[in-house]
């Protein structure tokens, strides 16, 4: 289960504002944080369409990837792994686990990998691979966004709702980091029909001039049926671009996970408590709010270097 950690910092108790985080990273499987929640809708639509192999596409260090083999592990599904690579097969943490859990790799130059959204090129890859259903970078369709839904009940039981009290006043924000839009679509989704209607979603954006996850998240949730006004993102703090880390971001996140006894790394759940924790000193948030911010699990950019030192 994933406990939820209050995170005593000044700049919230000056704000007068309780400041949480749920762990998703410790929910016991080897596909933690929001991956678990993304992925299982995914290989139950799989299967339900007679499929027996999943595919998908990301980096040398991708949280997505990891948790895609991890999760075909322990289903006994096969699984298939494109990785960006434009100098050819690389050596990593990630993709010695990928492996070692049987996931087979492919390589994909960086102009290859621009087209992983080409029907054409996908036409090429089931081809040349055989049948296979393929999910989308990062998890982020339907299915994915829909299984997020859950975080939210998951929330609501970790405060102790049992629908005996009132449970307006219980939180007033989820945040989490945003890289392709699906958990903050799904939480949105989740808040929208599931409780009232002054909670609030933010996604905090760790990619540079990605105005279009705004467009990606509206578009999910019109997919799933619903009609929610009650999120956006926050586009400040992608610290210069996904995978983008000064060592003033790194020594931070380093201390600020070494306080609270919070594993985190620089290029998702660290640029979101950084950034959350301006915001806080910007008094963007009412006193009396409780936010609460996700600890969306993919450690991976912390093994080995699987980020870029500077702005």
Partial sequence: ????????????????????????????????????????????????AGYCRLASFGGAYSNHIHALAALGFEEGVETLGFIRAPAGPLETPTLRDAERWGMKLHYLTAAEYRRRAD??????????????????EGGSNRFGA?????????????????????????FSHIVTACGSGGTLAGVAAGLALELPADKQALGVAILKGAKFLERDVARLLSEMGVVAANW????RYHGGGYARVSPALASWVAGFSQRHKLPLEPIYTGKLLYGLLQM???GVFEPGSHVVALHTGGLQGARGGGFLSGA
């Avoid at 090129?121 to 393929?134: D, N, S, T």
């Avoid at 997020?148 to 006043?169: A, K, M, P, T």
């Avoid at 956006?232 to 586009?235: A, C, F, N, S, T």
């Fill in 119 to 136: 029907p054409d090129f996908l036409a090429l890859l089931r081809a040349e691979h055989g049948a296979a259903y393929w999910i989308p």
């Fill in 280 to 282: 806080l000193e910007e």
């Fill in 1 to 48: 289960m994933a406990p939820l950690q209050q995170l005593n910092e000044p700049v919230a108790a000056r704000a007068g504002v309780r400041l949480s985080v749920l762990r998703l990273d410790r929910i016991d499987t080897r596909a933690p944080g929001n991956k678990y929640f993304k992925l299982l809708p995914n290989l139950r639509a799989a299967r339900s």
């Fill in 146 to 170: 829909e299984g997020c839904r859950q975080i939210v009940q998951l929330l609501r039981y970790q405060l102790g709702d049992d629908f005996s009290h009132d449970f307006s006043h219980d």
């Fill in 232 to 235: 956006r993102i926050e586009h």
